[in-house]
């Protein structure tokens, strides 16, 4: 090693460096070390920050220019604030590997072990010298100049070729958030850059107050599950390497890694198939078969499948003879080389045609409460109707407040559940009125004065959740043992955000996802979930959705949200599903076509969801399965070529695919269409007033040209904004139009959308348009694109993709941007520049654009 001796005494931690006989890979200087990932050097200065993120390859160096980068940082138990460390020192125990001492300000050091290997660095949490101080460790934040595409699940972050990544290593080391949980971010745009961080949360004690969907719960201690233990992998490597690295990661530090025929699933084409969900039962399971064959899907769902979730008994009117029928259904799919996958809603817990054992007749002691609980202020009798409690700090509030607008609400008693009406206060105590005993097949009894009572935990969804570890990982085990018995291969769990009403965050959606993985990994098993995270990344085989939005008819529900997944999941290399959507007997052949095009240009599989009797009485139901099945065995052959999958990602064109005569594949460009509902608000309506270097004239094109079908109630798109073709922006002023947001609508924030032509005459390219509102360079969006005569460009949907197009208004090239900003209410100015472009000639025109939704129905 060639570095200056340098060494660093506090107790028996030390930065130790070598003489030039020595030459490890691992480096140390003069108050700093250097630590190696992969192809990426991280410099960490004696002050505990990151100085430098080295390419190795190039000698670029990552770090940003403002904001610090960390290798750790802590939240202290009473103090929500963010605490840096302010002494780093090192041990050097090997070549490779050596030990980190961070101390904080007030005193904790947090023991680090560095271990390099060929692609990447492992970090591990070995000591702490106060374990009962530090409530949560950071890993990071990993601050960065990075402005590619991020990979937020993965915890990834891109600049241009080179690739910069952060994985947990335990179940309890994750990103942050509710329910998807976020390890790589972007900074606002006038820092710009993005940053990596996990975190690792002391779940040891009781009493830790959790907030979710604004219910607060006590979350139950859970031994072991601390800091020290919690590691993270750290790694810098090009593009085409990430799926190779994590791999090597997965095999080597113990992560779930999936396998399927003998391929990591990440690698696998399985997990790219589509499937039918539909209510099979013992009766119609051959009918549904046959749909499944005759479409080509390979795998089929049973959506309503259970009599109770907690348990998960097979619904015995689906079912009659119980879990023989259950299998059998699976047994005659696989004869049929059809695999069978099942529905759960997570750990919802809750009785639907079967009484749920862990609530009746006697509810599980693990259930989760809302704190705080209290004691009965006077004795219950059994058909007493109102109940006096021993007043507490909160309670009053804690017992009127709705979960997620339930209307029953509950408290518990000893083996009781009791449902309550109203809630008051009254001499000194608090009573509860219109009291209905025996709430959800629980056996109302006489109560002694004294007894505990405390509100149990009932939400939107009518149903109860675990309140401890074990009973989260116990009902993870029943779906894992009911899917390898009944002989399926999938399990897709929606709601699985709802682990969280445990208590311990992402560590409870982690905890019972894994105990369905150990259940069945060995056979050759898909994951499915509704949400993502860095630790459930390597578990998940894909993620879906559908939420029954059928309000805005086949082609319309959450379009703008599936586009916006599908380039998420890219991102997160992650395989793509459009989710569901619902053909009937009024579903159109062109329907069909549209959305198996679109899946075809994402790489992406579809789930249709039908009611099976109801679909067959389409009378283009025979010609709507071959459509079908063509689209699905071409996506997956590779039959289309990257120039036709980016026509095909188009949301405004439909297209038709047939064989040759020699039986290769045959696609057609059928028509651009738009929603016949659409009502366009003239664009003349809302008066916009020339500020700067522009001008303002009618609008001269049609809404088609944004490209966006316009699935819709009523959409505008302003006059033409037309630049003066200077250096200065344009600026105009107006108003956007009002839509009533009292309404029950979807999505209903309006996006700052653009629609930006260059006229075929035009001196010469635009390099970088942007778009700006109110003189705030957050609410802007910008096209990292050059811009050619002739040539316009669209953001044609809510999502960080804009499209630019030529004069026959076919697709040239898709352009990665930020997440496009919400447009503030009332009066606004728009500021319109570019690079380049100061020679004779018309200047660029913009046009803007908003929408208002189709209201949901009641």
């Known amino acids: 090693m060639t570095c200056r001796s340098v060494r660093y005494l506090v107790g028996d931690m030390y930065l130790h460096g070598a003489t030039g006989r020595e030459r490890p890979r691992m480096k140390t200087g003069s108050g700093w070390v250097e630590l190696n990932a992969g192809q990426l050097r991280i410099r960490v200065s004696e002050d505990g920050r990151i100085c430098c993120l080295r390419n190795a390859a190039r000698g670029k160096n990552y770090c940003h220019s403002v904001q610090p980068a960390f290798l750790v940082t802590a939240q202290f138990v009473g103090d929500p604030g963010r605490v840096v460390p302010v002494k780093l020192q090192c041990r050097k125990l090997s070549a490779s590997r050596c030990r980190l001492a961070f101390t904080f300000q007030t005193g904790p050091i947090v023991v680090l072990e560095a271990t390099e290997h060929s692609n990447y660095l492992r970090l591990k949490v070995i000591k702490l010298s106060h374990p009962d101080v530090i409530q949560c460790l950071y890993w990071g934040p990993m601050a960065t100049s990075m402005e590619g595409p991020i990979g937020e699940y993965v915890g990834l972050l891109r600049q241009g070729t080179f690739v910069i990544g952060m994985l947990g290593l335990d179940m309890n080391t994750d990103g942050h958030g509710d329910g998807h949980d ?288 074990a009973m989260n990982a116990e009902l993870g085990r029943r779906v894992g043992w009911l899917a390898r018995k009944g002989n399926f291969r999938q399990v897709t769990l929606d709601g699985h955000e709802g682990c969280r009403f445990t208590g311990h965050g992402a560590y409870s959606q982690n905890v019972f996802l894994d105990a369905i993985y150990r259940e069945t990994h060995d056979k050759d098993f898909l994951y499915t979930g509704s949400n993502l995270g860095n630790w459930s990344w390597h578990a998940l085989s894909y993620i879906s959705w559908g939420e029954y939005d059928c309000h805005k008819g086949f082609r319309g529900g959450m379009l703008d949200y599936r586009l916006w997944r599908m380039i998420q999941l890219r991102n997160n290399y992650m395989p793509r599903r459009l989710g569901q959507h619902y053909p009937d007997k009024h579903t159109t052949v062109e329907d069909v076509e549209w959305l ?49 999958k980016l026509g095909l990602r188009q949301s405004d064109c439909i297209h038709t695919l047939s064989r040759t005569t020699r039986g290769g594949w045959r696609l057609e460009f059928v028509r651009r269409w738009r929603h016949l509902l659409l009502q366009m608000t003239p664009a003349a309506s809302v008066p916009i007033r020339s500020l700067g270097d522009g001008s303002v004239k009618p609008c001269s094109v049609l809404f088609d040209w944004t490209h966006d079908p316009g699935i819709y ?55 970088h348009p942007r778009v700006i509102v109110n003189g705030d360079p957050e609410l802007q969006v910008r096209v990292p694109v050059v811009l050619q005569p002739g040539q316009y460009l669209s953001t044609p949907h809510d999502m960080p993709m804009a499209f630019v197009y030529d004069a026959n208004h076919e697709v040239v090239k898709e352009v990665p941007i930020r997440n496009l900003p919400a447009l503030p209410t009332g009066p606004l100015t728009v500021e319109f520049a570019f690079d380049g472009g100061a020679g004779k000639g018309p200047g660029p025109i913009l046009n803007l654009r908003t929408h208002r939704h189709i209201p949901l129905k009641p």
């Open 182 to 469: 976020l390890s790589a971010r972007r900074y606002p745009q006038t820092e710009g850059g993005s940053w990596l961080e996990l975190e690792t949360w002391d779940w040891r004690r009781d009493g830790r107050t959790e907030d979710f969907f604004g219910i607060r719960m006590d979350g139950r201690g859970v031994h072991g599950v601390g800091i020290v233990g919690s590691g993270v992998v750290l790694y810098g490597c090009a593009e085409s390497r990430v799926l190779d690295t994590i791999e090597a990661v997965e095999q080597a530090e113990s992560l779930p890694h999936p396998m399927i025929e003998g391929r990591w699933a990440k690698r696998s084409p399985v997990p790219w198939g589509s499937s039918w969900w539909t209510d099979y039962t013992e009766e119609n399971i051959d009918r549904c078969l046959d749909l499944a064959v005759a479409s080509g899907f390979k795998w089929l769902c049973r959506f309503r499948t259970f009599g109770n979730w907690g348990h998960f008994d097979p619904d015995p009117n689906l079912y009659p003879t119980g879990f023989a029928g259950f299998k059998g259904c699976s047994d005659k799919a696989k004869a049929r080389g059809v695999h069978t996958l099942f529905y759960t809603l997570s750990t919802f817990t809750k009785e639907i045609n079967l009484p749920e054992p862990c609530i009746s007749p006697v509810p599980d002691r693990r259930l989760q409460t809302v704190p705080p609980e209290t004691r009965l202020a006077r004795a219950l009798g059994r058909n007493d109707t109102a109940v006096r409690l021993e007043d507490r700090d909160g309670l009053l509030g804690a017992l009127r407040q709705p979960h997620m607008d339930v209307k029953e609400k509950a408290i518990w008693v000893d083996d009781e559940l009791i449902q309550y009406e109203h809630v008051e206060s009254e001499g000194g105590h608090v009573v509860l009125t219109e009291c209905k005993r025996g709430f959800y097949r629980t056996v109302p009894a006489v109560h002694p004065a004294g007894r505990r009572a405390v509100r149990v935990l009932y939400t939107y969804w009518q149903c109860f959740f675990p309140g401890t570890e």
């Open 596 to 644: 198996m095009g679109l899946a075809a240009g994402w790489d992406a599989g579809v789930e249709l969801h039908v009611e099976i009797d109801n679909f067959n009485q389409n009378p283009k139901r025979d010609l709507i399965v071959e459509k079908i099945r063509m689209w699905e065995v071409a996506r997956l052959a590779g039959a289309f070529s990257e120039r036709q």
């Open 713 to 767: 109630q009523s959409a505008w798109l302003s006059d033409d904004l037309v630049h003066g073709g200077g250096k200065q922006p344009g600026c105009w002023e107006f108003t956007p139009p009002e839509y009533d947001r009292g309404e029950r609508v979807a999505w209903d924030t309006q996006k700052l959308q653009i629609l930006v032509r260059l006229p075929k005459t035009a001196a010469g390219p635009i390099r």
